[in-house]
Nanobody, 112 residues
C-alpha cells in the first residue's frame, strides 16, 4: 500500500488549495478514502471521508469549506480546501480507512 500526497504550500488566509493523493496497492474503487491532518505540536486528526458510492463526511472544523473528491480511474483522492484559515496549517495525509499505512503527507501553511 502506498500513498503519495501533493499540492500543499503556503497560502494566505481566505485562499484555496487542492491536494491530491495517488494511492496504490489495494482495490481503489471499493476503498473508503479519508483525509487526516497533523497540526504542529498536535496529534493527527480526521478531516474527511468519502465512501465508494460517493457519500461524504467532514469534521466540524472544515465542513462547508473543504470538499473530498475521488477519481477512481486515476486511483486518486482530492481535497479541495477553500476559505483557508491559519488553524488549517498542518501536514495533510490521505489513507484508506482499513489500512494502517501512511504516506509522507503534504505541508499546508496558512499565513499572511
Amino acid at each position: 500500500v502506498q500513498y503519495v500526497e501533493s499540492g500543499g504550500g503556503l497560502v494566505q488566509p481566505g485562499g484555496s488549495l487542492r491536494l491530491s493523493c495517488a494511492a496504490s496497492g489495494f482495490p481503489f474503487t471499493s476503498a473508503i478514502m479519508t483525509w487526516h491532518r497533523q497540526p504542529p505540536g498536535k496529534a493527527r486528526e480526521w478531516v474527511a471521508t468519502m465512501f465508494p458510492a460517493g457519500r461524504t463526511f467532514y469534521s466540524d472544523s472544515v465542513k462547508g469549506r473543504f470538499t473530498i473528491e475521488r477519481d477512481d480511474d486515476q486511483h486518486t483522492v482530492f481535497l479541495q480546501m477553500d476559505n483557508l484559515v491559519p488553524d488549517d496549517t498542518a501536514v495533510y495525509y490521505c489513507q484508506e480507512a482499513n489500512t494502517p499505512t501512511w504516506g509522507q503527507g503534504t505541508q499546508v501553511t496558512v499565513a499572511s
